[in-house]
């Protein structure tokens, strides 16, 4: 069973399924669909799979691993393997992929200029990047992973999104390249860094994790690194493209682009910038969880102002973002895994309200807000799916985000709890921003615009059981993430010198800032 | 002996050439001017633009110019060679006919091309 | 009377075996000009043809099997060096040029016959043109012309003193200035740029000469080797030395085209017929590179820090003015031209390396540089508008569901340019941005990083163009490509996925090449 390439033909499948959907003749659209469906279901079989016969508490970082030698003259290898952080979140993205080929079903079929052959192909291209991605253990691997991940939604965003489908597609695509072009230079500044630390240079992730590099590169290699995560997160100041992108995608490919691909930067942070930069990433610590702050409230705050709903979910994403980065930084093994967690749950539940929202657009037409009024009363089902949604996104006790949230809130109360406190007004602010749009919705009277609009088709129940399911399982029962999650974060903490905070201190005891510099000097 | 010395001299015979030439030419030759004589020479075009064409001349005046200059430099290659073709050897006689074969084989594609015709 | 000359006088040596790929290009040349001469017009451009190409393919064969093997010699009595770099460059040379002739080829795209005019003496619009175009003449001098470029650039990249590097400069350039000026379409454009890019090209060579005599009067001595030697027992003629260096790189800047000596680059790249522009951005570049990288490398190896600051400056200049200035381009002709002069800035980050990985780099990326300009170049020639290529950007709007194939095909290209994974033009970068770390200059690596970004705007913009924009209603036609222009077009995209992908062997044979010989 070790010797089996499982990563391997997780990620290439798709793309061999890619390749063939993409060349079927004209005529043969609901094939390329079953074939498309048919994939994604293999491939969640195959997680599934890896998923039990993973072993949580295994003393070698990463397992299923492959590694055979690419560019050799670089040290470049391509090698794969998951630990408990990249086998969540793949199995999230594969669990996922059904979902949206299925909820994207019929997205293509009145595109008068591009063929649903060429839709499936590039969501099947996309999910095969996107497992790469996260299994890669080789640096080089991981960064043309991460670029070429960008052409498949630049296309998916260009050709099949709507309205200003050109400038949000080019948007995307410029602020990824230049956040992954600055990421470049600081891979080849790292590159040579281990030539000279190591004696040969290497793009290896178990050797490069915990190398000594000195203090004032590794704050210069860190802003590369962490520049490039940030543009991707996407961080205020630099989230703009995302509300454009989600608005102008269909929702398949803003539940891939926003639950799934953003990840890939806090995947990342956990991964890369913290093992490979502890000292920077202390030092650099305030500033980021500055931002993240900045995040959570600004996200919070333009999303209550949104009359768009999809630009409504992407900025409620980069309020969710913030949390994430919050827990990451906390430097708390509570935080990180609650951070894991969170990113699971942000992924479902905006997944939930990407595709229920597409649903409501795709019956009336338009995407705002004003254009609906009273859904409930003629769709019931499809408003419950939407408040269930909605809920999701707001932390509701019993769903998964709910307990990301709070694990987050713990750990980082911790180390910043000044940041916690402010954070927690982000949640205020969330449940305003979904139940206006939920009451704006669905509430009230039956108006003209929605007369006649129909409830839920199977098809659509389909869509949305899974992720309830999903929903609720983690919310309710979250042992298994956690004790998947929890190792890896421990290893990842264990790069730095920061002691951990122990969660059974008492909360009085860590009133100020002062609290990181004494875990600094025990 | 300095070899600038031989230079000097050289300089001093042509310019001696030049001088006897034109001062002889003055003295004993017969006066008689026209238009013609009194213009400027310039190897056979027209000085000055003329007042028609715009001072158009035949492009055929810089193929001959050309041609007479490359088989021109082809004469002054073949000096070196001729003060040491015997240290050269059968190395240099092969080298050089290969210089005049390839230059044979331009004049070859001039004048099957009619680059030779006037008219 | 002249005992001087007696004294120890031996006879040059020549080493056949190492200069043969040179002679064989030569010597096919030579051929060529006789066919013109007494072939009858019939089957005179068939024979043009045949004797082209299978000229480039002996060459090739030649020097990988007789030359490749005994390399690191220097031939005709030191005046030529065949080390690995000139091997490498000569193996480039001859593959781009094959790609390019195939090009040439072509008499499927235009409906009146190749892409060259039947006689580039006649006036154009003429009686006698369109008598001449009646009778589908073509002028075959292409062949022969096309063929002493081709040699001139494979000893410019070899040659080891300044009188061989002058000379070889010219024979490359002389018959490039021809060629830009037989477009059959849109004569009176391709004829400025003939006269133009002749003009500015004669120009830099006289910088170039000037420059050369500096560096003569500085060392005493027109061999590289000799140079070198000079500067390391320092004879204290440093101004002579400063001026030498820089007229020689205000030379060599010119025909890479960098910034800003770049101004005639997309002048002459629109007008010139586009196989030949495909040649000129692929093949000069990689000549011009190679020998830059001969003489500062090798002559003045040890003066690095006297010319790399002057680099720098070059460098950065060439990678910023290039990409903004093919942002406003609206001919893509002109938009390949500046992003020519971006790509030159960023092989010019790799030479600025001044290390064996920045020769190898630089190596690696005229490779992949090659690869995709040709191919970019191709398909430009498929796009028309009644007879003359479409060139305006907003013709090729909509072009992706026209033909899904040329709009793929181009994408490629254009990725690889923008340096997206799993392009050629990606391992490029990376290579040559490795090499300037480790050489020193990471503040170029960070702007050629910006500015990389900014490059993929305006590739980017042409795929949004075909991919996402609606046809204009009077689409131009899409010309099907003759079995020529499609090999061409394929052999560059397979090379530059198979660079992009599996890059390693031709790393690993840039690296093992990457030692010049003094």
Known sequence: MNDFPVLSILGLLPFAAAVVVGFLPHGRELLAKQIALVVSLVMLALTVAMAISFEPNAAEPFQFVEKTPWIEQFGISYALGVDGIAL????????????????????????????????FALLLALLGTIVFVFAATDLFLFYVAFEVMLIPVYFLIGMFGRGQRTYAAVKFLLYSLFGGLLLLAALIGLYVVSARELGTGTFDWTLLAGMPIDPDTQKILFAGFFFAFAVKAPMVPVHTWLPDAAASATPATSTLLVGVLDKVATFAMLRMVIPIFPDASEWAAPFVVTLAVISIVYGALVAIGQTDMYRLIAYTSV????????????????????????????????????????????????????????????????????????????????????????????????????????????????????????????????????????????????????????TLAVGIFPKPVFDVVNPAIERTYSFLQVAPVEPEVPVGDVTTDGAATDGEDS | MNPIVPILFLGLLAFGFAAFSILAGSLSGPKRYSRVKLDAYECGIEPTPQPIGGGRFPVKYYLTAMLFILFDIEIVFLYPWAVAFDQLAIF??????????????????VWRRGGLEWD | MMPHLADGFTSPTFEYQLLAPMLIVFGGAIVGVLVEAFTPRGPRRTVQVALGLVTLVVAFVVLLAVTRPKLGDLAASGTVAIDGPAVFFQGTILVLALLSFLLFVERGVDSAGDAFTPSGATIPGSASERELVAARVSQTEVWPLALFS?????????????????????????????????????????????????????????????????????????????????????????????????????????????????????????????????????????????????IFYVALGDYDWNWRPMFWVVTILTIVVGSILAITQTDIKRMLAYSSVAQAGFILTGVTAASDSGLSSTMFYLVAYGFATIGAFALVTLVRDGTSEATHLSRWAGLGRRSPIIAAVLSLFLLSFAGIPLTSGFIGKFLVFEAAVNGGATPLVIVGAIFSAVAAFFYVRVIVLMYFSDPPDDAPSLALPGAATTLAVAVCAAGTVALGVVPGPVIDLAQEAAAFIR
């Open chain 1, 88 to 119: 969540v979140l793949i199995a999230m993205a594969v669990s996922l992929g059904p979902v949206v080929i299925l909820a994207g079903w019929n997205d293509a079929d009145d595109n008068e200029r591009h063929r649903p052959q060429t839709y």
């Open chain 1, 319 to 470: 309020s969710h973002f913030g949390f994430i980065i919050l827990g990451i930084f906390a430097f708390t093994e509570i935080g990180g895994s609650g951070s894991v967690v969170y990113m699971v749950a942000h992924g479902l539940s905006t997944a939930a309200l990407f595709l229920v929202a597409g649903f409501l657009v795709k019956r009336r037409g338009s995407s705002l807000i004003p254009s609906f009024g009273g859904v409930q009363r003629v769709a019931p089902l499809l408003a419950g799916f939407f408040l269930v949604a909605g809920l999701s996104s707001l932390a509701m006790p019993g769903l998964a985000s709910f307990v990301g949230e709070l694990t987050v809130l713990i750990g980082s109360y911790q180390r910043w709890p000044v940041a916690a406190v402010i954070a927690v007004i982000g949640i205020v602010l969330s449940s305003l921003y979904v139940l206006i749009m939920y009451q704006r919705v669905a509430q009230g009277p039956e108006t003209e615009n929605v007369k006649g609009m129909r409830d839920a088709v199977p098809r659509e129940v389909v869509v949305f059981a899974p992720i309830l399911a999903l």
């Open chain 3, 150 to 294: 081709v040699g001139g650039m494979m000893l410019f990249v070899a040659s080891n003193d300044l009188l061989t590097f002058f000379v070889a400069l010219e024979v490359m350039s002389l018959p490039l200035y021809l060629l830009v000026g037989l477009a059959r379409r849109r004569r009176l454009l391709s004829q400025e740029a003939a006269l133009k890019y002749f003009l500015l090209g004669s120009f830099s060579s006289a910088f170039l000469l000037f420059g050369s005599a500096f560096l003569f009067g500085y060392s005493g001595s027109i061999s590289f080797t000799g140079i070198y030697d000079s500067l390391s027992s320092g004879v204290g003629l440093d101004p002579l030395l400063l001026i030498g260096t820089g007229m020689v790189a205000i030379g060599l800047f010119f025909k890479v085209g960098a910034v800003p000596f770049h101004s005639w680059v997309p002048d002459v790249y629109q007008g010139a017929p586009t196989p030949v522009t495909a040649f000129m951005a692929a093949a000069t570049k990689v000549a011009a590179f190679g020998a830059m990288l001969r």
């Open chain 2, 92 to 109: 240099g006689l092969i080298e050089m006919l290969l210089f005049i074969l390839t230059l044979g084989v331009a004049y070859a594609y």
